[in-house]
């Protein structure tokens, strides 16, 4: 039966066009490391670059928010948009930089891996 | 950084929660209007943008929850919220709490006391410095027959000057003093030490200094050493003492030093440390009643040690040869042998069996508390049984559940053992205080830091066990039979009914394996007490110790017997005296042994014959004792005085020799092969001299005044060593045994001789006797308490099950009523579900008291370890009880109104 996640830590077993935690880590620390943004922006980011083939469930997003935010990766103030609305704009600090950079070395790593082995088999 | 901004962040939710959640709140709704903005900017209506806006996000109060559950607050938060739940719901329910409180109060109050003297007396180190490097020196004599004889003088010199393996050795041996100059003459407990024994324990003297090699020479100063408590009671803690010199046994010894109070040696009290003194050059190899304590090098095994006295031992004959003459080849005829062993074990003894067993019984006691909690659990969760299926509907994780039911228990369980471990610090104080079971080491036994993890770990551990029963079975979401019945379906009954059931068999199992062990030291208890030891009506006979210094009588035995002569005829002359006798050394006390020689048995030249006991006696001495003289006569003073060659045997011993006690009388024995030979002129009966559980060993029994020839004492193997006094107890057979008044009219037989001679360990042999079996009698009494509480938890187990049966099959009741049922059947069907109960548990009682009890051996008396009296006595009361237990709620089925039932709903 499947429960509704009410006490539960969000996991995001839901089909295909959504993301992964690590990955959705990496994303928004990405995102974020040109400019500093609110949640809904960085989602909207994420879809663009990504040509639509990441969605973020935006539960997932901001609970990632809270956890990059204690981890120490994350700073995050209230401060008003462009059309004057109060938003939380999250930024990157120091240490999550250094923890994008080892993140995407391991991915490019695995990636390139990945790549040989398929052009190996095939 | 990551670790304080997790903690903080929580902090700061946590004190202002409300300000967290509109942030989040805020946050979300945010998202929303940028969504919407988006899809207006995407070309669709206001509405529809809000709309799309909202699918996109998915339910807003899902996304809030999502994201304020992230964070270690959250379960803070649940948890004091299930405690203040849990606590709530206990106050609702007193009785209930009050209940279950006091059942685990006792059972973890008992287990952490026995604890706490199995942990003091068996698992502490002994309390000096590096104790395990302490050993005691024995050895063995398989060729005297004797499993263990202490150590000799030349044997501590071979040692002390010889080992590799010791880095000190030290002998030792236990004695009275009399102090004659300070007031009204005292007799005290002694400790005899060579010198290093102060410094192989490690203690310093808290004042004055501690023996030194020259206080063992027979040429210096006489000194002696004070306890604190001696030192505090006499001279009041003065701490010139130090210098003075006082009267101990009729010599002046100086006081040159004061033992700490923490001063503690083997469980013996010692008013006084003397020096034990001797020429090393004239030490002999003949008396054995020392007792040898060494320090082990660093890094030494008890192992090499045995080698290194091994090795030794040839060492020691070849340096102190002995005289020409009968046991002259002793040692190599006695195959004299090492028996090196840890200090600490020797001063346990065999205590540890009694120990274990007393563990086994609280702990059983304790599973008992435990499934008697727990059935009060179940019928507790089956109340709030449509409660938890809602919340399971609702979406409660099964963990969830179950980590709330267990925090009640264990709540439960850890006031329990709060209020247990007080329990314990009051037997603790009341056991120390009162030394009801003599057990050794009893002083080590106090409240430290392991018992409190002791009880701490018992208490959580009970309440996870008796927890998790209910908490297992009601997490488990049968949603539709629930919330439908009102949970009251026919095949639910039956399944919880089936584990009340099964938990009640637990405890009448459990129940009656302690009623068994109960039963079996209750017939080992009455099977000592109707042993015949040897005397009759104990507490008639009044037992007490004199020591006449040898300087008083200059050494000469006929005027110590005059003396004692004379006080032996004051105290026949009191009022209420029938009997008055002297020995040397009073039953069930330690004895003393020595080989004997009969005639007509040959034994090669140089040999020994085995070991006898031998008691010197005087006239009277088996009136006194009521011992039956069960051939011949006694002795008399003129043969006595005369020193007539006669001695009497025990009837074992005649029997051993001469098959038949009237063949021994005439035959004749004596200690050594030159001395001439004395008759048998009585056989007496038996006396268990060594202890009530054991056999009585074969006695000689000599006149009080002996002549021997040769050598300056007989061999001594065991017993008081030859000391600068006279010991000897005089047996009072008289209705008055144990009153002050008799007590005073000794005093004043004994002054009328010799004012100077004090009194002491005046003491009725009933209670002698009763000290000797102190250890049986605790266990006993434990078990049997043990027993009757299992008892009466198993019996209120039944009899709640029962109850509780039929008040929940009311309407089944009903309905078989109104279809005709006779009364006796509903009540009969009950009956016998309460009697399949008794009779199943009382059937694995049986099997797991049949395995269980083999341990008990050890402490058992001529009763089997599967005596069928005893299972069958039990068995029967248990199920008797049980059939009592069911009969009475059955009996309300008969009474319940079927038209009521059927109506209610």
């Given at each position: 039966?499947?429960?509704?996640?009410?006490?539960?830590?969000?996991?995001?077993?839901?089909?295909?066009?959504?993301?992964?935690?690590?990955?959705?880590?990496?994303?928004?620390?990405?995102?974020?490391?040109?400019?500093?943004?609110?949640?809904?922006?960085?989602?909207?980011?994420?879809?663009?670059?990504?040509?639509?083939?990441?969605?973020?469930?935006?539960?997932?997003?901001?609970?990632?928010?809270?956890?990059?935010?204690?981890?120490?990766?994350?700073?995050?103030?209230?401060?008003?948009?462009?059309?004057?609305?109060?938003?939380?704009?999250?930024?990157?600090?120091?240490?999550?930089?250094?923890?994008?950079?080892?993140?995407?070395?391991?991915?490019?790593?695995?990636?390139?891996?990945?790549?040989?082995?398929?052009?190996?088999?095939? | 950084?990551?670790?304080?901004?997790?903690?903080?962040?929580?902090?700061?939710?946590?004190?202002?929660?409300?300000?967290?959640?509109?942030?989040?709140?805020?946050?979300?709704?945010?998202?929303?209007?940028?969504?919407?903005?988006?899809?207006?900017?995407?070309?669709?209506?206001?509405?529809?943008?809000?709309?799309?806006?909202?699918?996109?996000?998915?339910?807003?109060?899902?996304?809030?929850?999502?994201?304020?559950?992230?964070g270690?607050?959250?379960?803070?938060?649940?948890?004091?919220?299930?405690?203040?739940?849990?606590?709530?719901?206990?106050?609702?329910?007193?009785?209930?709490?009050?209940?279950?409180?006091?059942?685990?109060?006792?059972?973890?109050?008992?287990?952490?006391?026995?604890?706490?003297?199995?942990?003091?007396?068996?698992?502490k180190?002994?309390?000096?410095?590096?104790?395990?490097?302490?050993?005691?020196?024995?050895?063995?004599?398989?060729?005297?027959?004797?499993?263990?004889?202490?150590?000799?003088?030349?044997?501590?010199?071979?040692?002390?000057?010889?080992?590799?393996?010791?880095?000190d050795?030290?002998?030792?041996?236990?004695?009275?003093?009399?102090i004659?100059?300070?007031?009204?003459?005292?007799?005290?407990?002694?400790?005899?030490?060579?010198?290093?024994?102060?410094?192989?324990?490690?203690?310093?003297?808290?004042?004055?200094?501690?023996?030194?090699?020259?206080?063992?020479?027979?040429?210096?100063?006489?000194?002696?050493?004070?306890?604190?408590?001696?030192?505090?009671?006499?001279?009041?803690?003065?701490?010139?003492?130090?210098?003075?010199?006082?009267?101990?046994?009729?010599?002046?010894?100086?006081?040159?030093?004061?033992?700490?109070?923490?001063?503690?040696?083997m469980?013996?009290e010692?008013?006084?440390?003397?020096?034990l003194?001797?020429n090393?050059?004239?030490?002999?190899?003949?008396?054995?009643?020392?007792?040898?304590?060494?320090?082990?090098?660093?890094?030494?095994?008890?192992?090499?040690?045995?080698?290194?006295?091994?090795r030794?031992?040839?060492?020691?004959?070849?340096?102190f040869?002995?005289?020409?003459?009968?046991?002259?080849?002793?040692?190599?005829e006695?195959?004299?042998?090492p028996?090196v062993?840890?200090?600490?074990?020797?001063?346990?003894?065999?205590?540890?069996?009694?120990?274990?067993?007393?563990?086994?019984?609280?702990?059983?006691?304790?599973?008992?508390?435990?499934?008697?909690?727990?059935?009060?659990?179940?019928?507790?969760?089956?109340?709030?049984?449509?409660?938890l299926?809602?919340?399971?509907?609702?979406?409660?994780?099964?963990?969830?559940?179950?980590?709330?039911?267990?925090?009640?228990?264990?709540?439960?369980?850890?006031?329990?053992?709060?209020?247990?471990?007080?329990?314990?610090?009051?037997?603790?104080?009341?056991?120390?205080?009162?030394?009801?079971?003599?057990?050794?080491?009893?002083?080590?036994?106090?409240?430290?830091?392991?018992?409190?993890?002791?009880?701490?770990?018992?208490?959580?551990?009970?309440?996870?066990?008796?927890?998790?029963?209910?908490?297992?079975?009601?997490?488990?979401?049968?949603?539709?039979?629930?919330?439908?019945n009102?949970?009251?379906?026919?095949?639910?009954?039956?399944?919880?009914?089936?584990?009340?059931?099964?938990?009640?068999?637990?405890?009448?199992?459990?129940?009656?394996?302690?009623?068994?062990?109960?039963?079996?030291?209750?017939?080992?208890?009455?099977?000592?007490?109707?042993?015949?030891?040897?005397?009759?009506?104990?507490?008639?006979?009044?037992?007490?110790?004199?020591?006449?210094?040898?300087?008083q009588?200059?050494y000469?035995?006929?005027?110590?017997?005059?003396m004692?002569?004379?006080?032996?005829?004051?105290?026949?002359?009191?009022?209420?005296?029938?009997?008055?006798?002297?020995?040397?050394?009073?039953?069930?006390?330690a004895?003393?042994?020595?080989?004997?020689?009969?005639?007509?048995?040959?034994?090669?030249?140089?040999?020994?014959?085995?070991?006898?006991?031998?008691?010197?006696?005087?006239?009277?001495?088996?009136?006194?004792?009521?011992?039956?003289?069960?051939?011949?006569?006694?002795?008399?003073w003129?043969?006595?005085?005369?020193?007539?060659?006669?001695?009497?045997?025990?009837?074992n011993?005649?029997h051993?020799?001469?098959?038949?006690?009237?063949?021994?009388?005439?035959?004749r024995?004596?200690?050594?092969?030159?001395?001439?030979?004395?008759?048998?002129?009585?056989?007496?009966?038996?006396?268990?001299?060594?202890?009530?559980?054991?056999?009585?060993?074969?006695?000689?029994?000599?006149?009080?005044?002996?002549k021997?020839?040769?050598?300056?004492?007989?061999?001594?193997?065991?017993?008081?060593p030859?000391?600068?006094?006279?010991?000897?107890?005089?047996?009072?057979?008289?209705?008055?045994?144990?009153?002050?008044?008799?007590?005073?009219?000794?005093?004043?037989?004994?002054?009328?001789?010799?004012?100077?001679?004090p009194?002491?360990?005046?003491?009725?042999?009933?209670?002698?006797?009763?000290?000797?079996?102190?250890?049986?009698?605790?266990?006993?009494?434990?078990?049997?308490?043990?027993?009757?509480?299992?008892?009466?938890?198993?019996?209120?187990?039944?009899?709640?099950?029962?109850?509780?049966?039929?008040?929940?099959?009311?309407?089944?009741?009903?309905?078989?009523?109104?279809?005709?049922?006779?009364?006796?059947?509903?009540?009969?069907?009950?009956?016998?579900?309460?009697?399949?109960?008794?009779g199943?548990?009382?059937?694995?009682?049986?099997?797991?008291?049949?395995v269980?009890?083999r341990?008990?051996?050890?402490?058992?008396?001529?009763?089997?370890?599967?005596?069928p009296?005893?299972?069958?006595?039990?068995?029967?009361?248990?199920?008797?009880?049980?059939?009592?237990?069911?009969?009475?709620?059955?009996?309300?089925?008969?009474?319940?109104d079927?038209?009521?039932?059927?109506?209610?709903?």
């Amino acid at each position: 039966m499947n429960k509704p996640t009410l006490d539960k830590t969000p996991t995001m077993d839901q089909p295909n066009t959504d993301v992964i935690q690590g990955t959705l880590d990496m994303l928004i620390l990405k995102t974020l490391s040109l400019e500093p943004m609110h949640g809904f922006g960085i989602a909207r980011r994420i879809e663009q670059i990504s040509r639509g083939v990441f969605k973020v469930n935006p539960g997932s997003l901001l609970t990632a928010f809270q956890r990059l935010e204690r981890l120490g990766w994350l700073d995050s103030e209230w401060s008003q948009t462009d059309n004057s609305r109060r938003a939380k704009f999250y930024s990157l600090t120091r240490l999550g930089k250094k923890h994008l950079d080892v993140q995407t070395a391991q991915w490019n790593r695995r990636a390139s891996a990945i790549a040989r082995l398929l052009k190996a088999v095939s | 950084m990551s670790l304080w901004r997790q903690i903080s962040r929580g902090l700061r939710t946590l004190k202002n929660r409300t300000a967290a959640d509109r942030d989040v709140a805020d946050e979300v709704r945010h998202y929303l209007d940028e969504a919407t903005d988006h899809f207006i900017a995407q070309g669709l209506s206001p509405d529809s943008a809000r709309r799309a806006a909202r699918i996109e996000l998915g339910s807003q109060t899902a996304v809030h929850e999502q994201v304020c559950g992230y964070g270690w607050e959250n379960a803070v938060e649940t948890f004091s919220a299930d405690l203040r739940c849990a606590l709530r719901r206990l106050r609702q329910k007193p009785g209930f709490a009050a209940t279950s409180l006091l059942t685990l109060a006792l059972g973890i109050g008992a287990t952490t006391s026995i604890f706490s003297v199995i942990d003091g007396v068996l698992l502490k180190p002994l309390p000096y410095s590096e104790p395990a490097q302490l050993v005691a020196i024995a050895h063995t004599a398989p060729g005297l027959n004797m499993k263990e004889i202490g150590m000799t003088a030349s044997l501590y010199v071979t040692y002390s000057e010889q080992s590799r393996v010791f880095q000190d050795v030290a002998m030792w041996s236990t004695d009275t003093a009399s102090i004659t100059d300070l007031g009204a003459p005292e007799e005290l407990p002694a400790l005899l030490v060579t010198n290093r024994l102060l410094s192989i324990l490690r203690v310093q003297p808290e004042a004055g200094r501690s023996f030194s090699p020259w206080d063992d020479d027979p040429r210096s100063q006489r000194t002696v050493i004070l306890s604190d408590a001696y030192w505090k009671s006499r001279f009041g803690g003065d701490r010139s003492v130090i210098g003075r010199r006082i009267m101990v046994d009729h010599t002046a010894r100086e006081i040159v030093g004061v033992l700490p109070p923490s001063f503690r040696f083997m469980d013996r009290e010692a008013a006084l440390v003397i020096p034990l003194r001797f020429n090393r050059n004239d030490v002999d190899l003949i008396n054995f009643s020392y007792r040898g304590i060494a320090r082990l090098k660093p890094g030494a095994t008890l192992t090499e040690a045995n080698t290194d006295v091994a090795r030794m031992l040839p060492i020691a004959s070849a340096r102190f040869p002995m005289k020409a003459g009968p046991g002259a080849n002793m040692f190599a005829e006695a195959r004299l042998g090492p028996l090196v062993q840890p200090l600490k074990d020797v001063l346990i003894g065999d205590v540890g069996n009694t120990l274990w067993v007393l563990m086994a019984t609280v702990g059983i006691v304790l599973l008992i508390a435990c499934a008697n909690v727990a059935n009060l659990l179940l019928v507790r969760a089956e109340g709030r049984r449509q409660e938890l299926a809602i919340r399971v509907a609702l979406g409660a994780g099964r963990g969830r559940i179950v980590r709330e039911l267990l925090l009640e228990s264990v709540l439960l369980s850890l006031a329990g053992g709060i209020f247990g471990l007080l329990l314990t610090f009051g037997v603790l104080r009341i056991l120390v205080s009162s030394e009801l079971p003599h057990l050794p080491r009893i002083h080590d036994i106090s409240p430290d830091p392991l018992v409190v993890a002791f009880a701490l770990a018992t208490s959580l551990g009970t309440g996870l066990l008796f927890g998790l029963i209910p908490a297992l079975k009601y997490a488990r979401p049968q949603l539709s039979n629930t919330l439908t019945n009102g949970g009251r379906s026919f095949s639910q009954n039956k399944a919880q009914s089936r584990t009340r059931g099964l938990l009640v068999i637990v405890q009448v199992a459990l129940a009656l394996v302690l009623l068994v062990g109960s039963g079996l030291m209750l017939r080992t208890f009455q099977a000592l007490r109707h042993v015949d030891a040897g005397f009759s009506s104990p507490h008639e006979i009044e037992t007490l110790r004199i020591s006449i210094p040898s300087a008083q009588i200059e050494y000469n035995d006929e005027r110590a017997l005059r003396m004692e002569e004379a006080i032996l005829r004051n105290i026949e002359r009191i009022n209420g005296v029938s009997a008055v006798g002297i020995t040397n050394t009073i039953p069930l006390e330690a004895g003393s042994n020595d080989s004997v020689y009969i005639e007509g048995q040959n034994f090669a030249a140089g040999s020994t014959p085995p070991i006898r006991r031998y008691k010197a006696i005087s006239p009277g001495y088996l009136a006194a004792m009521g011992s039956h003289l069960i051939a011949g006569r006694d002795v008399t003073w003129t043969e006595t005085y005369n020193q007539t060659p006669v001695a009497l045997v025990s009837e074992n011993m005649a029997h051993e020799l001469w098959r038949d006690s009237r063949a021994a009388l005439g035959k004749r024995i004596r200690l050594t092969p030159d001395e001439e030979w004395r008759q048998i002129v009585g056989v007496v009966a038996d006396l268990r001299d060594d202890g009530v559980e054991r056999a009585a060993p074969s006695i000689v029994y000599w006149p009080l005044l002996q002549k021997h020839s040769g050598r300056a004492e007989p061999f001594v193997h065991g017993g008081p060593p030859r000391s600068a006094h006279r010991t000897l107890a005089f047996i009072i057979r008289t209705p008055r045994a144990g009153t002050l008044t008799l007590l005073q009219d000794l005093r004043r037989a004994v002054a009328a001789v010799n004012p100077s001679l004090p009194v002491a360990d005046v003491d009725t042999l009933e209670s002698i006797y009763d000290r000797s079996l102190a250890r049986t009698t605790f266990t006993m009494v434990l078990l049997a308490i043990a027993g009757a509480m299992a008892f009466l938890l198993g019996v209120v187990g039944i009899y709640g099950v029962i109850s509780y049966a039929v008040s929940q099959r009311t309407r089944e009741i009903g309905i078989r009523l109104a279809l005709g049922a006779p009364l006796h059947d509903l009540t009969r069907m009950f009956l016998r579900y309460g009697l399949l109960l008794s009779g199943i548990g009382a059937a694995f009682g049986l099997t797991a008291a049949f395995v269980l009890s083999r341990l008990m051996k050890a402490v058992l008396y001529e009763v089997s370890p599967i005596d069928p009296l005893t299972y069958g006595a039990m068995s029967t009361a248990l199920i008797l009880a049980g059939a009592l237990a069911s009969y009475l709620p059955a009996r309300r089925a008969a009474r319940v109104d079927p038209a009521q039932t059927l109506r209610a709903e």
